[in-house]
């Protein structure tokens, strides 16, 4: 038996698929990332810059940087949100 693959969104852990975006693991796991031009439906851009999270200190957009193991990212930081 294979353990899930999981990184910390503001200290939550959020299991995560290979090939998985954090915009994607964060939706499947109930957790909703701020965003605008994000559709499942298309392929990511980033180009509103409205999911932009902390990264290990890093500002990335959710909806293309790929889900890593053990990864804390930031979404409700007063970075994040200013």
Known sequence: MSETATFLLDGR????????????????????IPHLC???????HGSCRVCIVGV??????????????GAEVENNSAEITE
């Open 13 to 32: 852990e959020i299991p995560f698929e290979a090939g998985d975006t954090i915009m994607d693991a964060a939706l499947r796991a109930g957790v909703y």
């Open 38 to 44: 994000h559709n499942p439906e298309f392929r990511p």
């Open 56 to 69: 290990n200190g890093r500002h990335v957009s959710a909806c293309t940087h790929p889900a890593a193991a």
